[in-house]
Nanobody
Framework: QVQVVESGGGLVQPGESLRLSCTAS????????MNWYRQGPGKEREVVAT???????MLVESVKGRFTISRDNAKNTGALQMNSLKVEGTAVYYC????????????????WGQGTQVTVSS
């Protein structure tokens, strides 16, 4: 079982920055993939950024150049640095991890955090 906890949300003005953190704990062999999702008011949840254990990253087009995803494999933590935030970035941001239970596991299990609220407003 894996527990996922996000932190770092808050209220900021347009153009400001926030850094979200994600910590995975529990019993697992590895965190293969770490994703950040967000769900804005009245919208569906969407993936924002992805990072694999070997450092490959993906950012959706709408946040490229403003957001950066990173992780520390040794600490099982990750971060989403969000710069130049826009009003449309207001959402609950979720960390999602795909983990391998043991060295021999061939399937990845998915776990979600409870989410952290980001509000961008003047």
């Amino acid at each position: 079982q894996v527990q996922v906890v996000e932190s770092g949300g808050g209220l900021v003005q347009p153009g400001e920055s926030l850094r979200l953190s994600c910590t995975a704990s529990g019993t697992f062999f590895s965190i293969d993939v770490m994703n950040w999702y967000r769900q804005g008011p009245g919208k569906e949840r969407e993936v924002v950024a992805t990072i694999t254990s070997d450092g490959n990253t993906m950012l959706v087009e709408s946040v490229k150049g403003r957001f950066t995803i990173s992780r520390d494999n040794a600490k099982n933590t990750g971060a989403l640095q969000m710069n130049s935030l826009k009003v449309e970035g207001t959402a609950v941001y979720y960390c999602n991890v795909q983990s391998r239970a043991t060295f021999y596991s061939t399937l990845l299990q998915t776990y979600w955090g409870q989410g952290t609220q980001v509000t961008v407003s003047s």
